[in-house]
């Protein structure tokens, strides 16, 4: 008892020196706590925050609301007369923020979708493709992440985190999202969603399954979860737990995919959104309807071939470049595909009855300006030109709606089209759920195993701290004229002896987690190897989780 309680005392003056250490240099002004003031808050090696408050509505949540100086002085263990002087060390051990040292990161994700937001909030918050690794790294430079990845459509928006804290990760995530968009925190807190650890794991999977997806059962979201780890290869944020869920969600996917047939039938946002178009105009006019494609990237591609299997035999696709119009005049070579460069796009819509709109431009391509000018179309197709937009950020503006004779749909108006064939697919998603249900909980062991990594790292540690100082000992028994070989020797003796010592222990750890029973058996024997060499402390957890983020924010 006597030398633990000598380690924590230790332990405890490293950690006051680092506490105020690293909140002192963190600004230019210390925090409140760190001052003796009190702010309703639990300063905990945190930049300064801002006052708005986030509510967590999920379970199991960390608050910490009340400032430690409170803490302590309700509590009559300190006078209050001198509650400006407890240190930082001493307020975090009298207040309830320590619980913090002993929670496990948590997998979070804090999303808008299409189901709770709307495309005016999302496309504001898009982040392109070529920007995620800069946004990955900017998550992880705040103070509570130390894991992230974005997953950007034109659906969603989601930013999935490991998170010291859960309560903390929510909120800078938050206020990262708000200073990004220029979304006000309270507005992004009214149409977000937040999950955690088995609810975050089960959502990602949905949505690589297609169930989450505005077209139950649509193939497109897979291939954006696949380029999320695509993307994310050899980004330092792009961690072990995100990667590795990530990855699993795309095996998810492919799986229901397999075995349940939910993909049959099933509609793209593309053949959605002909299918709006198709809806709106006459009957009559589905033949003869002139249609024009704005850009020729994945979306557009598909747009194009639904148009086909439609029917339409002639078409004006608008492009950047020709190649990649080109490609698909290739491969469909019964249809007529005019190609024309994006600075003929005005002339084009002139001569159109049905506009799509499928590019990453973040600008609007279609103002009221632009549209005000454009002659009519004919009785024949109803009289009004159809905008078509299935791009977030949007193509086309919302203003376009005030032009007369002018029509704008955008992605959240698909939902019509989509009714008709939900019910029958749903069907389908009770069978990818029970699939969901089993990988869930095959990576929630695999992430329980992971556990195991720093006692494995912590108990060698400690063994070799142990054989190079009776190696020392030893040689210097033996003098300073040892020949090299005779203490090379001795120093492999002793590395043998030592790794065969650790080899019961170190296989009793380890473990894939594909095995309820053996994960149960080696999380036990993690902890009783824990208490038997004192390998961690509530004290030593939070310490290296500092000392890490300092790196981390330094680099």
Same mark, same amino acid.
């Given at each position: 008892?006597?030398?633990?309680?000598?380690?924590?005392?230790?332990?405890?003056?490293?950690?006051?020196? &680092?506490?105020?250490?690293?909140?002192?240099?963190?600004?230019? @002004?210390?925090?409140?706590?760190?001052?003796?003031?009190?702010?309703?808050?639990?300063?905990?090696?945190?930049?300064?925050?801002?006052?708005?408050?986030?509510?967590?509505?999920?379970?199991?949540?960390?608050?910490?609301?009340?400032?430690?100086?409170?803490?302590?002085?309700?509590?009559?263990?300190?006078?209050?007369?001198?509650?400006?002087?407890?240190?930082?060390?001493?307020? &975090?051990?009298?207040?309830?923020?320590?619980?913090?040292?002993?929670?496990?990161?948590?997998?979070?994700?804090?999303?808008?979708?299409?189901?709770?937001?709307?495309?005016?909030?999302?496309?504001?918050?898009?982040?392109?493709?070529?920007?995620?690794? +800069?946004a990955?790294?900017?998550?992880c430079?705040?103070?509570?992440?130390?894991?992230?990845?974005?997953?950007s459509?034109?659906?969603?928006?989601?930013? $999935?985190?490991?998170?010291?804290?859960?309560?903390?990760?929510?909120?800078?995530?938050?206020?990262?999202?708000?200073? #990004?968009?220029?979304?006000?925190?309270s507005?992004?807190?009214?149409?977000?969603?937040?999950? $955690?650890?088995?609810?975050?794991? =089960?959502?990602?999977?949905?949505?690589?399954?297609?169930?989450?997806?505005?077209?139950?059962?649509?193939?497109?979201?897979?291939? =954006?979860?696949? =380029?999320?780890?695509?993307?994310?290869?050899?980004?330092?944020?792009?961690?072990?737990?995100?990667?590795?869920?990530?990855?699993?969600?795309?095996?998810?996917?492919?799986?229901?995919?397999?075995?349940?047939?939910?993909?049959?039938?099933?509609? @793209?946002?593309?053949?959605a959104?002909?299918?709006?178009?198709?809806?709106?105009?006459?009957?009559?006019?589905?033949?003869?309807?002139?249609?024009?494609?704005?850009?020729?990237?994945?979306?557009?591609?598909?747009?194009?071939?639904?148009?086909?299997?439609?029917?339409?035999?002639?078409?004006?696709?608008?492009?950047?470049?020709?190649?990649?119009?080109?490609?698909?005049?290739?491969? &469909?070579?019964?249809?007529?595909?005019i190609?024309?460069?994006?600075?003929?796009?005005?002339?084009?819509?002139?001569?159109?009855?049905?506009?799509?709109?499928?590019?990453?431009?973040?600008?609007?391509?279609?103002?009221?300006?632009?549209?005000?000018?454009?002659?009519?179309?004919?009785?024949e197709?109803?009289?009004?030109?159809?905008?078509?937009?299935?791009?977030?950020?949007?193509?086309?503006?919302?203003?376009?709606?005030?032009?007369?004779?002018?029509?704008? $749909?955008?992605?959240d108006?698909?939902?019509?089209?989509?009714?008709?064939?939900?019910?029958?697919?749903?069907?389908?998603?009770?069978?990818?759920?029970?699939?969901?249900?089993?990988?869930?909980?095959?990576?929630?062991?695999?992430?329980?195993?992971?556990?195991?990594?720093?006692?494995?790292?912590?108990?060698?540690? $400690?063994?070799?701290?142990?054989?190079?100082?009776?190696?020392?000992?030893?040689?210097?028994?033996?003098?300073?004229?040892?020949?090299?070989?005779?203490?090379?020797?001795?120093?492999?003796?002793?590395?043998?002896?030592?790794?065969?010592?650790?080899?019961?222990?170190?296989?009793?750890?380890?473990?894939?987690? @594909?095995? @309820? +029973?053996?994960?149960?058996e #080696?999380?036990?024997?993690?902890?009783?190897?824990?208490?038997m060499?004192?390998?961690?402390?509530?004290?030593?957890?939070?310490?290296e989780?500092?000392?890490?983020?300092?790196?981390?924010?330094?680099?």
């Amino acid at each position: 008892m006597a030398i633990a309680s000598g380690c924590a005392t230790l332990a405890g003056a490293k950690l006051e020196t &680092l506490l105020l250490n690293s909140s002192l240099s963190s600004s230019s @002004s210390a925090p409140a706590a760190l001052r003796g003031h009190s702010n309703n808050q639990v300063w905990l090696f945190c930049k300064p925050a801002r006052n708005s408050r986030i509510a967590l509505a999920q379970r199991g949540g960390i608050r910490c609301d009340a400032s430690a100086s409170d803490v302590a002085v309700e509590s009559g263990k300190v006078d209050p007369s001198n509650a400006s002087t407890i240190s930082a060390l001493e307020q &975090l051990k009298i207040s309830a923020a320590d619980r913090y040292t002993k929670e496990r990161s948590s997998v979070v994700v804090i999303g808008l979708s299409v189901h709770t937001a709307p495309v005016e909030m999302r496309e504001k918050l898009a982040i392109p493709e070529a920007e995620w690794p +800069r946004a990955i790294a900017e998550l992880c430079g705040l103070n509570h992440i130390e894991e992230a990845a974005v997953l950007s459509t034109c659906n969603r928006m989601e930013i $999935y985190v490991v998170a010291l804290s859960q309560h903390r990760g929510v909120k800078e995530v938050t206020e990262w999202m708000s200073k #990004t968009s220029g979304i006000p925190v309270s507005e992004i807190c009214q149409h977000r969603f937040l999950l $955690y650890n088995k609810d975050a794991t =089960q959502h990602i999977f949905e949505v690589s399954a297609g169930l989450d997806s505005l077209v139950l059962g649509e193939g497109q979201i897979l291939a =954006q979860v696949k =380029q999320v780890v695509k993307v994310g290869q050899g980004v330092v944020g792009f961690g072990r737990n995100i990667s590795g869920l990530f990855k699993h969600a795309i095996t998810v996917g492919k799986r229901v995919r397999t075995e349940t047939n939910i993909a049959a039938g099933a509609v @793209s946002v593309s053949s959605a959104a002909v299918e709006l178009a198709l809806m709106k105009l006459p009957e009559s006019a589905h033949a003869t309807a002139r249609m024009l494609v704005i850009g020729a990237g994945k979306m557009g591609k598909l747009v194009i071939k639904h148009l086909v299997a439609k029917g339409c035999t002639k078409m004006v696709v608008v492009n950047r470049s020709e190649e990649r119009v080109a490609a698909i005049c290739a491969e &469909l070579k019964d249809v007529e595909i005019i190609f024309k460069p994006l600075t003929e796009m005005l002339t084009c819509a002139a001569e159109a009855d049905v506009v799509f709109t499928s590019t990453a431009s973040e600008a609007p391509l279609f103002l009221k300006e632009h549209v005000k000018d454009l002659p009519p179309v004919g009785p024949e197709v109803g009289g009004v030109r159809l905008f078509i937009d299935i791009s977030v950020p949007r193509n086309v503006g919302s203003c376009v709606t005030d032009v007369e004779g002018a029509r704008v $749909y955008n992605v959240d108006d698909l939902k019509e089209v989509v009714a008709a064939n939900k019910e029958d697919r749903l069907r389908k998603a009770m069978e990818a759920q029970a699939i969901i249900s089993e990988e869930s909980k095959q990576f929630e062991a695999w992430r329980d195993s992971l556990e195991t990594v720093p006692t494995i790292k912590k108990l060698r540690a $400690y063994a070799e701290r142990i054989r190079l100082a009776e190696l020392d000992k030893c040689l210097s028994k033996m003098g300073d004229d040892i020949p090299k070989k005779t203490r090379r020797a001795v120093d492999d003796l002793s590395r043998g002896i030592l790794n065969k010592l650790l080899h019961g222990p170190m296989q009793h750890l380890r473990c894939d987690g @594909s095995d @309820s +029973r053996t994960l149960s058996e #080696t999380l036990e024997n993690m902890h009783a190897l824990n208490r038997m060499f004192s390998l961690e402390t509530d004290l030593s957890i939070l310490e290296e989780k500092i000392r890490a983020k300092e790196k981390q924010i330094q680099k």
